[in-house]
Structures are given as structure tokens and as C-alpha cells.
């Protein structure tokens, strides 16, 4: 029985399945089952083993900078949405279709921190996600054609279903810039989906682009299959500040209310 054993492990290791050749011993222990029951419940484990790892795997090729989670979003800010909106885009399947999302709002709304939620959601159910800023992006995408490697990089960016670019509308972008970053995007329109955030409308969108034509073109793109939420809502951190600033005030005047 213990060259059985052996046997059994040494082909399970043989094949890879890591988790089988650790527990089969222990599932025999625990479980006095069929034949197909046990050898169901082996090749579950070995299966959600395999999920964690693949989704640890997409969590760290995803890059998000910061930990942030669709439960922790204050959605009491936007009562505008749509109940479902966010469960639909949590589910990813606009991804599916190869439509972009574009997050609009002025700075401290959340745009980052839905980009970022989402993208981990899309992470657990087995997406291919990249965050990256638009200033690291158009960077990249110029060291790139100094290296004469510039269609390998956009190949390679668009090997993940959503490419998150962030805070598109911060860099002054200059012209050699802007080409790397309208040819990435025209590559990638109807091929995958592109996550912006801006905190400038369509109408300012010169101010990136540069010229009237180049600018028309990408928002062309970017619109024809587009989901666009607008973040219309005070800034978060001011919100938070005023807040603060209202208990301190309190605070203060119980204080001088009980020295008297």
C-alpha cells in the first residue's frame, strides 16, 4: 500500500497538480467516499488552487498603486447612477464587447479609486488588467520608438483586455507625445477596452491633443463603444476636510462651554 502511495504522489507531482499529490492522503483520511466522489473533491481543490494563484498572478501584473475596493466607494455621492450600473461593470462583460470606459469629475471625485476598484473585481474574475498613469504611458511608449520597439510595446499593452490610463488630462503633453499616445489608442479601438480618467471634458480635450483634427480623431475612437460616468460631486477630500473642520469647531466650543 505505501508503493501505491508513493507511486500515486510521484505521478501526481509528475502532472503538476500540486494540491492533489499534498492531500490525496488526507481527503482518504477524512472522507470515505466512491471512487468519483474523491477523486471530484481532489480535482476541486487542485482547481481553486489554481484560481488563486491566477488571480494572485493578474493582481500583480495589474499594477494597481493602491488597494482599493468597490465596497469601500461611497456611492451616496452619485444617487444619479443607476442601481445596477456598477454591478454590471463589476461583472466586466462591456469588456467582452471591447467598449471603453471614460470617468470625467474634477480632481478628489474618486475616478482613481473606481478605476482601481473595478480593475481589481476585473482581476478576481480572471481579467487581464494594466493600470498605468498617462504621463508613465506616453514615456514608455517614447523610450520605446527610441529603441525602434514601439509596435512590440503597444502589442504588448494590448495583450490585457482593460488598459486603465490615469489622470490623462495632467501632462502638458508635447507632439511627439501625443502621436505615441493617439497611435496606441487608434490601435487599440475596437481591438480591446481603454479605462480613462480626466479631469477635463471633451470640449477641452485640444488642450491634450494639440490640434482640432488629431483631437476629433481620438475622441471619435474612444466614444463610438464608450460607457462615460461623470463624477459630478465635491471633492472627497474636501468633503472630508469640512467635515473635520466642523468637529474641531465643536469640540473647541464644548470645550469653552465647560471651562465656564
Not at 508503493?3 to 501526481?12: D, M
Not at 488630462?169 to 481591438?191: G, H, I, N
Not at 470640449?203 to 475612437?221: C, G, L, P, V, Y
Not at 463603444?225 to 471633492?235: D, G, P, V, Y
Request: include cysteine; hydrophobic fraction near 40%.
Amino acid at each position: 500500500m505505501s508503493e501505491l502511495i508513493e507511486n500515486t504522489r510521484s505521478v501526481l507531482e509528475g502532472l503538476q497538480l500540486k494540491v492533489m499529490a499534498s492531500q490525496f492522503e488526507k481527503v482518504v483520511e477524512e472522507l470515505n467516499w466512491e471512487p468519483i466522489g474523491y477523486l471530484y473533491e481532489l480535482a476541486q481543490r487542485e482547481q481553486d488552487y489554481r484560481q488563486q494563484r491566477r488571480i494572485e498572478t493578474l493582481l500583480k501584473k495589474a499594477k494597481l498603486p493602491r488597494d482599493k475596493s468597490i465596497e469601500s466607494f461611497d456611492f451616496k455621492r452619485f444617487p444619479e447612477w443607476h442601481p445596477g450600473l456598477i454591478k454590471r461593470l463589476c461583472e466586466g462583460e462591456f469588456l467582452d464587447r471591447l467598449e471603453n470606459l471614460l470617468l470625467f469629475g474634477n480632481p478628489g471625485t474618486g475616478k482613481t479609486h473606481l478605476a482601481i476598484a473595478l480593475a481589481k473585481e476585473w482581476c478576481l474574475r480572471g481579467r487581464r488588467v494594466l493600470y498605468t498613469t498617462a504621463a508613465h504611458l506616453v514615456q514608455e511608449l517614447l523610450e520605446s520608438k527610441k529603441e525602434l520597439n514601439l509596435n512590440s510595446a503597444i502589442k504588448r499593452l494590448n495583450g490585457f483586455e482593460a488598459l486603465i490610463i490615469d489622470d490623462i488630462s495632467y501632462v502638458p503633453y508635447a507632439r511627439e507625445e501625443v502621436d505615441v499616445l493617439f497611435l496606441l489608442l487608434s490601435d487599440r479601438y475596437e481591438q480591446c477596452s481603454t479605462v480613462i480618467t480626466s479631469n477635463i471634458v471633451f470640449s477641452e480635450w485640444h488642450t491634450i491633443f494639440k490640434d482640432e483634427m488629431t483631437t476629433s480623431a481620438a475622441i471619435d475612437r474612444l466614444i463610438h463603444h464608450s460607457i462615460i460616468l461623470k463624477l459630478n460631486a465635491e471633492s472627497y477630500r474636501m468633503t472630508t476636510a469640512k467635515k473635520l473642520l466642523v468637529e474641531n469647531s465643536e469640540t473647541g466650543k464644548k470645550r469653552e462651554e465647560e471651562e465656564v
